[in-house]
């Protein structure tokens, strides 16, 4: 993981810091064997879109970019051409394609928007059995949406008749089964769709009412159980796990400390699963570099974490951290090269 921008402008020009991960790279092994490389990057100039997928196997390879969605890139092994062994790029807006011949005349441009999701909403989701079943969305960070989007999602979950526009500019309903099940959407969100108050989620918006009551059910997320939690860290960090197990013991104790204050809007921040690993990735990196366990690793580690908060903020989360880590964790803001 990367961030090679440490700070970027906001739209009123004001610098904020930048701790985003802005470049990924990881090396992942399946069950099978098979093994893989996972790639991202949101600074790639000229790259507007590229989701890319590629697989490769013993009878050929198959891959998919995002940027040119009406092309698939299919490479056969075993083509009878023998050494003329190369990929072929299939078009699938000819009408034998079966998302096409479903929404679009044959020729025409899929495209992401009139794409597999606009053919579920409409079409339904074809089942190993032959039926269609009303497809389950997942929409992420909801509250992120414009006035604009939201209006588009209200008209979809209409509750007489959510509907959709077509590529020809038309209104048609959604789609419902042989069961009588509409589509459903199931939204994440960092809000409760009033907005950020209190500037830990400034990217929210408020959402309309009516949007909101059309929902349904409302689940806060909690944060895992400790026990689970620092199973899953284990897992993630073997090195830490084994050359200093105390660490994760001592960062249990002290989430817990700064995760009730969270909540109790004591301290202005967020400390999710992914914050967590910041701080174990920054200990993990000491101890790369270290011929011995350094007797306040935690506390050198809880940086990657506490530089991202404001000066006030800061120290009171040190004061909350200080008496569950090894060696402190107070002490001014940058006071000596333990940070």
Same mark, same amino acid.
């Given at each position: 993981?990367?961030?090679?921008?440490?700070?970027?402008?906001?739209?009123?020009?004001?610098?904020?810091?930048? *701790?985003?991960?802005?470049?990924?790279?990881?090396?992942?092994?399946?069950?099978?064997?098979?093994?893989?490389?996972?790639?991202?990057?949101?600074?790639?100039?000229?790259?507007?879109?590229?989701?890319?997928?590629?697989?490769?196997?013993?009878?050929?390879?198959?891959?998919?970019?995002?940027?040119?969605?009406?092309?698939?890139?299919?490479?056969?092994?075993?083509?009878?051409?023998?050494?003329?062994?190369?990929?072929?790029?299939?078009?699938?807006?000819?009408?034998?394609?079966?998302?096409?011949?479903?929404?679009?005349?044959?020729?025409?441009?899929?495209?992401?928007?009139?794409?597999?999701?606009?053919?579920?909403?409409?079409?339904?989701?074809?089942?190993?059995?032959?039926?269609?079943?009303?497809?389950?969305?997942?929409?992420?960070?909801?509250?992120?949406?414009?006035?604009?989007?939201?209006?588009?999602?209200? $008209?979809?979950?209409?509750?007489?008749?959510?509907?959709?526009?077509?590529?020809?500019?038309?209104?048609?309903?959604?789609? $419902?089964?042989?069961?009588?099940?509409?589509?459903?959407?199931?939204?994440?969100?960092?809000?409760?769709? *009033?907005?950020?108050?209190?500037?830990?989620?400034?990217?929210?918006?408020?959402?309309?009412?009516?949007?909101?009551?059309?929902?349904?059910?409302?689940?806060?997320?909690?944060?895992?159980?400790?026990?689970?939690?620092?199973?899953?860290?284990?897992?993630?960090?073997?090195?830490?796990?084994?050359?200093?197990?105390?660490? $994760?013991?001592?960062?249990?104790?002290?989430?817990?400390?700064?995760?009730?204050?969270?909540?109790?809007?004591? $301290?202005?921040?967020?400390?999710?699963?992914?914050?967590?690993?910041?701080?174990?990735?920054?200990?993990?990196?000491?101890?790369?570099?270290?011929?011995?366990?350094?007797?306040?690793?935690?506390?050198?580690?809880?940086?990657?974490?506490?530089?991202?908060?404001?000066?006030?903020?800061?120290?009171?989360?040190?004061?909350?951290?200080?008496?569950?880590?090894?060696?402190?964790?107070?002490?001014?803001?940058?006071?000596?090269?333990?940070?």
């Amino acid at each position: 993981m990367k961030t090679f921008n440490t700070s970027r402008k906001r739209a009123s020009g004001e610098l904020e810091e930048v *701790t985003a991960d802005e470049g990924n790279v990881a090396c992942v092994e399946f069950d099978s064997g098979a093994i893989g490389v996972l790639e991202s990057s949101c600074v790639c100039a000229g790259r507007n879109n590229q989701f890319t997928w590629e697989v490769n196997g013993t009878d050929g390879s198959i891959a998919f970019d995002l940027e040119d969605p009406n092309h698939l890139h299919v490479c056969d092994a075993k083509n009878p051409t023998g050494e003329l062994l190369g990929f072929v790029n299939v078009s699938v807006t000819s009408a034998c394609h079966p998302l096409q011949a479903a929404y679009l005349p044959p020729g025409h441009n899929a495209g992401w928007e009139y794409g597999h999701l606009w053919g579920a909403l409409v079409n339904g989701v074809l089942g190993r059995d032959g039926k269609r079943r009303a497809p389950i969305v997942l929409l992420s960070d909801a509250d992120r949406a414009d006035s604009s989007q939201a209006e588009w999602f209200r $008209i979809l979950t209409d509750s007489i008749s959510g509907r959709i526009l077509d590529p020809h500019g038309q209104m048609v309903p959604l789609f $419902i089964d042989e069961w009588g099940n509409k589509p459903q959407f199931v939204c994440t969100a960092n809000s409760c769709g *009033t907005g950020d108050a209190r500037g830990r989620m400034t990217s929210s918006n408020p959402m309309d009412g009516s949007i909101l009551d059309r929902l349904g059910r409302k689940v806060e997320a909690a944060y895992l159980h400790w026990d689970d939690e620092s199973a899953i860290l284990r897992g993630k960090y073997p090195v830490i796990a084994e050359k200093a197990p105390d660490v $994760i013991d001592q960062l249990g104790k002290a989430t817990a400390s700064l995760r009730s204050a969270i909540e109790k809007e004591e $301290i202005y921040a967020e400390l999710t699963h992914r914050g967590l690993c910041e701080i174990l990735s920054e200990c993990e990196d000491i101890l790369h570099f270290s011929n011995a366990v350094p007797g306040n690793l935690l506390k050198r580690g809880f940086r990657a974490w506490l530089d991202g908060l404001d000066a006030d903020t800061f120290l009171a989360a040190k004061r909350l951290v200080d008496p569950h880590v090894k060696g402190g964790a107070m002490g001014g803001a940058h006071d000596d090269d333990d940070y």
